[in-house]
């Protein structure tokens, strides 16, 4: 897979190790940056899988936990599959309601990642989701595994990515050196939220015009 491949607007994918998402027809990537690459992961809460930036042993990891054998780089990657996106609600409260948005697709892939929907359109939404993800950076730091929570919202729960089940919080390690984050979104409204190193994190919240680091302190 490379990314002149034709895709589906909208759907989420790997393409040489890193985050892609289909663009007019064709893929622009997201580095993941050092010693990162995208795979594809297992949900922990219902039936799917996710696409996100980590590392090969904590992706290795996470799918020998599920008892597949086997699996590798190679067959932990998913070829890309239609999405379908769930807008994410607001949410007044210290903890933030989210919905996976790098990659909930048809067949049930998701990334570990959910996604903030925003009324903002066109080039300008860049600054926007890179505020965005730093209001919800600094949200999460005030979150536990005991915060009320709505079923099936994500977030970062003490540095780590967590889902809502029950209405509290299921944590997911996110590996060696990696840290769960919000991340903006590069080809529409919105913010994402997944596992990777915080220089990454400061970066891509950077390139988006936004000041102050991961949390716009």
Same mark, same amino acid.
Not at 73 to 94: D, F
Not at 115 to 138: E, K
Not at 193 to 199: A, F, K, S
């Given at each position: 897979m490379t990314a002149n491949d034709t895709c589906d607007e909208g759907t989420d994918a790997c393409v040489g190790g890193q985050f892609a998402q289909?663009? !007019?027809? &064709?893929?622009?990537?997201?580095?993941? $940056?050092?010693? =990162? /690459?995208?795979?594809?992961?297992?949900?922990?809460?219902? #039936?799917g899988t996710s696409i996100t930036c980590t590392t090969e042993s904590d992706a290795a990891s996470r799918i020998a936990n599920t008892g597949a054998t086997g699996a590798s780089?190679?067959?932990?990657?998913?070829?890309?599959?239609?999405?379908?996106?769930?807008?994410?609600?607001?949410?007044?409260?210290?903890a933030p309601t989210a919905n996976t948005e790098i990659a909930v697709a048809a067949t049930s892939s998701a990334a570990a990642a959910? !996604?903030? &929907?925003?009324?903002?359109?066109?080039? $300008?939404?860049? =600054? /926007?989701?890179?505020?965005?993800?730093?209001?919800?950076? #600094?949200q999460f730091s005030s979150l536990s595994a005991s915060s009320a929570c709505d079923d099936g919202s994500e977030a970062c729960v003490g540095?780590?990515?967590?889902?809502?089940?029950?209405g509290s919080y299921v944590t997911q390690t996110c590996g060696a050196s990696l840290s769960c984050f919000a991340l903006p979104l590069v080809n529409k409204a919105g913010t994402s939220?997944?596992?990777?190193?915080?220089?990454d994190a400061a970066s891509r919240i950077a390139n988006t015009g936004a000041t102050g680091g991961v949390t716009g302190n």
């Open positions: 289909c663009v !007019s027809g &064709s893929y622009v990537m997201q580095s993941c $940056g050092a010693s =990162l /690459s995208c795979f594809a992961l297992p949900l922990v809460n219902k #039936a780089a190679a067959t932990a990657r998913l070829r890309p599959r239609p999405l379908v996106r769930r807008p994410l609600r607001s949410r007044s409260s210290a959910s !996604s903030t &929907s925003s009324s903002s359109s066109g080039s $300008g939404f860049l =600054l /926007s989701n890179g505020q965005q993800a730093q209001q919800q950076n #600094a540095g780590q990515f967590a889902q809502c089940v029950g939220i997944t596992c990777t190193t915080q220089d």
